[in-house]
C-alpha cells in the first residue's frame, strides 16, 4: 500500500486527478484548511455543513483544474473555495430563490400562520392590490407630471438611457435630464406633502 502523506501536493495533486486514494489523502491533508475557509462563510437557511460541502466541490475542482506552472496548490484551492463561496451566497441573493428562504418547517408549531402568510403573498387579492396600487401610482405620475416629463419618464424607467431617450423623442439631452429632474422633484415634494 502506498504512503500518501510523504508525496508533495504536486505529485499528489497529479495521482489525484485520475485515483481516487490520492484525492481522499490530499483531501485529508486540507480538509482543516477547507473548515477554516468555510466557517467565514455565512448564507441565509445553510448550515455550516452546506458551506463545508460548498468547500469540498470547490477542493474537488481546485484538482481537477490546478496546473503547477502557474503556482502553489494551496494558492490555487483556497482561492477556488472563495470563489466557489462568493458565487454561492450571490446565488442565494437571487430573487429567483425567495420561496426557498420563506419555506416553512412543518416541526415549528407556528408553521400554519407562516402557511397562512405565505399563501397571502401569492394569493390574487394580493395581485389585485398590487395591481390597484400600481394603477393608483400611475394616475398620481400622470396628473402631476407634464406630458414631456411623463414621456421622459415613462422611457427612462423602461431602461432607455439619455441619449436613447433624446433620439426616441427627438430632443437635446439636457431637455432629458431637465424633464427627468423637474418630474423627480415634483414626485418628491407629492409624497412628503402625503
Request: aromatic letters at 12%; a positive charge.
Amino acid at each position: 500500500m502506498i504512503q500518501y502523506q510523504s508525496f508533495s501536493d504536486a505529485d499528489l495533486v497529479t495521482a489525484a486527478k485520475f485515483q481516487e486514494k490520492p484525492f481522499e489523502a490530499l483531501l485529508d491533508r486540507y480538509m482543516k484548511d477547507i473548515k477554516y475557509i468555510s466557517n467565514n462563510y455565512f448564507i441565509t437557511g445553510a448550515d455550516k455543513e452546506d458551506l463545508l460541502q460548498e468547500g469540498r466541490i470547490a477542493f474537488l475542482s481546485a484538482v481537477k483544474n490546478y496546473d503547477p506552472n502557474l503556482g502553489s496548490f494551496n494558492t490555487f484551492f483556497r482561492k477556488c473555495i472563495k470563489r466557489r463561496l462568493n458565487s454561492a451566497i450571490k446565488m442565494s441573493l437571487r430573487k429567483k430563490h425567495l420561496p426557498l428562504k420563506d419555506y416553512v418547517s412543518f416541526d415549528n408549531s407556528d408553521a400554519f400562520v407562516n402557511v397562512e402568510k405565505y399563501e397571502y403573498l401569492n394569493s390574487p387579492i394580493k395581485e389585485c392590490i398590487d395591481k390597484e396600487d400600481l394603477d393608483s401610482l400611475k394616475k398620481t405620475i400622470q396628473r402631476f407630471l407634464s406630458d414631456h416629463e411623463m414621456n421622459c419618464l415613462s422611457l427612462y424607467i423602461g431602461g432607455y438611457s439619455y441619449r436613447e431617450i433624446s433620439n426616441k423623442l427627438g430632443i437635446k439631452i439636457k431637455s432629458v435630464e431637465t424633464a427627468l429632474s423637474r418630474g423627480r422633484r415634483k414626485l418628491k415634494k407629492y409624497y412628503k406633502v402625503m
